[in-house]
């Protein structure tokens, strides 16, 4: 796929700025460079100087000066891409930028294809394919637990922890593969005691990083938050108290929210989606009939609910808008349930009690109940706590491996269900060249997520979600 091209884009947002940042990369990076640049006064060349340099020029279309910009030079080896890299930092104009990248192109460069410096940085070896992918996952971080996960694939964490895996594999299965060589000798140079413990590792290892994507994927895009429950019971007002902002339309009717919304909040390094919901209850209202089945779809997507109650609500009519709940009661249920018990500063502390105990009597399953009052704001940071709780959400540490990544999860899946052959090969002592595919298949799947194994489908389905210019 690595063709010999001079590349360039804007690798700065769309828009106009203060400053703007144009990148050029390839083998003719720097002679198409000059052929833009004036240095003033010192008539020097860009390709006269130094690696790793930065040089005040001006870039002249026409023999006019559109702009003075700073260049950045970056010379091969010793680069992002691995290529020649010239980065001119100019001023923010829309106009400007356009013209600097038309001027590029005019010189002989090409504009770049989404993530295309990124990808030869990888067919150059400057990073693997995983390291890659956390380079798209930096970008898009959104909280502090999805920043730290996106700088450790970075750096490389969960690409060293998968060059664990294949180096041990690797080593014995080279030695079955001996024992091919000698089958009419029958001689035995990869003692199965040893296999065993080493699958046993690897298994558990596996095992560590598939259970770690649900966590993953969580910090990555944010954990859903449906806020449920009847009309007039809060659900708006706690949004608003959340977001810190007037979201949703809050009003003494009945029925206000007619469709969900749903928006984001950080709260204590981890991402929340909040979706506040239509109000459950029978109507005739066809608007609102439709909103409330939208609502409940959006209920079965989330992660974490919370269930408002107004305390003047009678029992009878909770339990006939809530009693889907039911199929979530146990605490072994996947979707974690908090009940809120809103409007307590209209309570005294016997009727909030009360209320209470006849919730718990109900949903006794439920454990998870709290009391607060969302127009007061009382209470907001004990609920606030609860969230974080209930997201089951460690507190990563830098050099933790978490998969964030569905490809891999994927490809670590097939290498699990491969390794489990591999026991059970050991244990009805399956002959050498039928154990050796499997755990070739293992080192083929565990090298999928590297990049040590990918096709030109796979790398072109990646690189295309990257923004041009990175």
Known sequence: ??????????????????????????????????????????H???????????????????????????????RSPHSYTGDNLVEIGCHGSVYIQQKILELL????????????????????????????????DLIASSSEAAHRLA?????????????????????????????????????EFADRSQLATLIGRIGAMLGKLL??????????????????????????????????EE??????????????????????GIQFRFIDTAGLRHTQDTIEREGIQRSLKKYEQAALVMVMVDPADPMEQLEESLGFLDDYAAESSPKRVLFVLNKV????????GQKLEELKKRWGNIRHFITLSAK??????????????????????????????????????????????????????????LMAQDIREILHYLGEITGEISTDEVLGNIFKNFCIGK
């Open 1 to 42: 796929m690595y063709d010999t091209d001079t590349i360039c884009a804007i690798s700065s947002p769309a828009g106009c700025g203060a400053i703007a940042l144009v990148r050029l990369g390839g083998p003719n990076a720097i002679a198409i460079a000059d052929r833009c640049l004036e240095f003033p006064k010192t």
């Open 376 to 433: 007061l704001g009382i209470g907001l940071q004990e609920l606030e706590n609860q969230l974080v709780n209930l997201a089951g959400i460690t507190q990563a540490g830098e050099q933790d491996v978490v998969v964030t990544n569905a490809r891999h999860f994927e490809a670590l899946r097939h290498a699990r269900q491969a390794l489990d052959r591999v026991v059970e090969g050991l244990e009805i002592q399956l002959p050498s060249d």
């Open 247 to 268: 979201k949703a339309i809050v009003s003494d009717i009945a029925g206000t929210t007619r469709d969900y919304l749903e928006d984001t909040f950080t709260l204590q």
């Open 211 to 244: 259970h770690s994507f649900e966590q993953g994927n969580a910090i990555k895009h944010g954990i859903p938050v449906a806020i449920v429950g009847r009309t007039n019971s809060g659900k708006s007002t706690l949004l608003n108290q959340l977001l810190r």
């Open 44 to 74: 020097k060349t860009l390709a006269a100087q130094k690696g790793n340099t930065v040089h005040f020029a001006n870039i002249l279309r026409n023999g006019q000066v559109l702009d003075e910009v700073v260049v950045t030079l970056f």
């Open 345 to 352: 500063d209209l309570l005294t502390e016997a009727q909030i």
């Open 105 to 136: 192109i005019e010189k002989g460069a090409r504009l770049a294809r989404p993530g295309e410096f990124t990808q030869r940085a990888f067919l150059n070896g400057k990073m693997d394919l995983s390291q890659a992918e956390g380079v798209a």
């Open 151 to 187: 700088m450790n694939q970075m750096r490389g964490g969960f690409s060293i922890e998968i060059g664990r895996l294949r180096e041990q594999l690797l080593h014995f299965v080279s030695l079955i593969e001996l024992e091919l060589d000698f089958s009419e000798e029958d001689v």
